[in-house]
């Protein structure tokens, strides 16, 4: 079993920053699928960033160039650097680890940017 804790959410205006982190517990490894979901009020839940084998990258076109999803595979951590944010972003950002076919999330952060 894994347990995701988040950190870092918050309320921020147009054009600022915030870093996402994401702890994970258990046995986790550094081959391990981790990344960031995000849901808007109303909307399905999107993927917003992939890290695979601690470099390999995907992001959701709408945040490529501005946010950048970065592990610290010695402490079982994901992090989601969120540059020039956008009212478009606010949402529920939700920590992912894909553990062989078996999907863990976290209990989620909230992401509020005012225009």
């Known amino acids: 079993q894994v347990q995701l804790v988040e950190s870092g959410g918050g309320l921020v205006q147009a054009g600022g920053s915030l870093r996402l982190s994401c702890a994970a517990s258990?046995?986790?490894?550094?081959?391990?699928?981790m990344g960031w979901w995000r849901q808007p009020p109303g909307k399905q839940r999107e993927l917003v960033a992939l890290?695979?084998?601690?470099?390999?990258?995907n992001y959701l076109d709408a945040v490529k160039g501005r946010f950048t999803i970065s592990r610290d595979n010695a402490k079982n951590t994901v992090y989601l650097q969120m540059n020039s944010l956008k009212p478009e972003d606010s949402a529920v950002y939700y920590c992912?680890?894909?553990?062989?076919?078996?999907?863990?999330w976290g209990q989620g952060t909230q992401v509020t940017v005012s225009t």
């Open positions: 258990g046995t986790v490894l550094n081959s391990d699928i």
């Open positions: 992912y680890i894909l553990l062989l076919t078996s999907p863990y």
């Open positions: 890290i695979r084998n601690g470099e390999h990258t």
